[in-house]
């Protein structure tokens, strides 16, 4: 006998409805097929999707924006400002209360896998002691992987002692931020030494690259020469806004080498949408995303990321990745069924792939992980962005029992 079977719902790329056999915490059948069940779910004919997955969001930084002085001048520099001075005020007491609650924000919204980055450009490391001990006491509800990220850069030699230390104590991506470096020299110190430093520790490389609406920021460029080096290394870059102002035959250069080394891309609406162009204002403003209809054309690895939650960066946010595909539909202009179904991908598949996960997605065998909501199609699922109705996790409904209520 069955655990649990969901009868009539569809995936967000094929309308064709059938039902979802679980046994032992895995998919048994996806098909027209019924067997007896412990538990029957009605799926109404609404959407049902593997967990969500976001590819990028600072730990550290989570509703720090509520709790501190506010950034006026809605800039990324300002943002940088502001979080310099608060990070050195942030005890342990307080990183793991907000950091617990990053962690159940996620859950609750069906995210069962994140890349969260934590800031090792501070005296101490003590936001990422906080968040390994967080990792493991969650790790049976959610997947965390994490990226040392220097927000003031690799040019000091205590810079890069702490990212060799966070590397060592338990990160799993070595970072660079290369467009804010003080010079080219600088900038391509930073990539070169971000790629030393994976290879030596065994880690991989996840790279914030050219964050700006900058025709001549082209970190990318370094990071592709470097990948080249150091082949065996997952990469995965955030960003790209530049690349909307590159030339066509730049771009197209660009995006053919990002697909045929194999790198992921992360490209995060939100907060973006509402810093690029902000500098100094130039007209018209940028988008804040990269050119993402060309890499679903191209089938890049590209995700969309909620990134930043109420952080001196950006003053909003949920935990919900409709929200951010719903916002990355407006400001990349999709629209059709099929760019719809990538977009999916993108908070979805695209994110597994990054992460190299075992064991996901709605296939026959695979973890019986899903969301299940009610729209019955992709415009309005996206329309709504609500949260899912039911979260399963290894076919148990776990939306009302959520770690969050027993530790607060
Ligand atoms: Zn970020």
């Known amino acids: 006998m069955l655990d649990l079977i969901v009868t009539n719902v569809r995936t967000h790329y094929d309308e064709t409805l059938f039902n979802l056999g679980v046994e032992n915490k895995n998919i048994k059948f996806m098909s027209s097929g019924w067997e007896p069940s412990k538990e029957v779910i009605d799926g109404n004919g609404g959407i049902i999707l593997p967990p969500f997955i976001e590819m990028h969001n600072h730990a550290d930084t989570f509703k720090v924006g509520e709790r501190y002085e506010q950034n006026h001048k809605g800039t990324i520099e300002e943002g940088i400002k502001i979080w310099d001075k608060v990070k050195k005020e942030l005890d342990e007491k307080s990183l793991e209360k907000q950091m617990s609650e990053m962690i159940n924000t996620f859950i609750a919204n069906g995210v069962f896998h994140a890349r969260v980055m934590i800031d090792v450009s501070a005296p101490e490391l003590r936001a990422l002691f906080v968040l390994t001990k967080l990792k493991k006491s969650y790790e049976q509800f959610i997947n965390l992987e994490i990226v040392a990220f220097p927000q003031l850069g690799l040019n000091e030699e205590w810079k890069r002692t702490n990212m060799e230390e966070a590397l060592k104590f338990g990160a799993d991506y070595a970072s660079a931020v290369p467009h804010l470096e003080n010079s080219e020299k600088e900038e391509k110190e930073s990539i070169n030494y971000c790629f030393r ?69 992360v490209s995060c609406p939100l907060v973006n949408s509402v810093t690029i162009g902000k500098k100094e204002r130039a007209m018209p403003v940028g988008r804040g995303v990269t050119r993402v209809k060309e890499m679903f054309a191209k089938d890049i690895n590209i995700c969309t990321a ?15 990745m409709l929200q951010a595909a719903y916002v990355m539909a407006h400001l ?3 629209t059709t069924v099929k760019e719809l179904a990538k977009l999916i991908d993108s908070i979805t598949y695209h994110g597994a792939n990054a992460m190299g996960i075992e064991g996901y997605g709605l296939i026959k065998n695979m973890r019986a992980d899903f969301l299940l909501f009610s729209q019955k199609n992709v415009y309005d699922l996206l329309t709504a962005h609500s949260r899912p109705e039911m979260i399963y996790k290894d076919g148990m409904e776990i939306s009302g029992q959520l770690p969050s209520l027993q530790r607060y």
Do not use: W
């Open 197 to 265: 430093t994976a290879e030596k520790l065994k880690k991989g490389v996840h790279i914030f690259c050219d964050e700006n609406d900058d025709q001549n920021s082209a970190s990318i460029q370094k990071v592709l020469e470097c990948q080249k080096r150091y082949e065996k290394i997952p990469v995965t870059v955030s960003h790209l806004n530049a690349l909307h102002y590159y030339s066509k035959e730049v771009s197209e250069m660009i995006l053919d080498s990002l697909k045929e080394l194999n790198i992921n891309v």
């Open 306 to 320: 909620h990134d930043d939650i109420k952080t001196p960066f950006y003053p909003y946010g949920n935990g919900n």
């Open 332 to 334: 990349a202009q999709l």
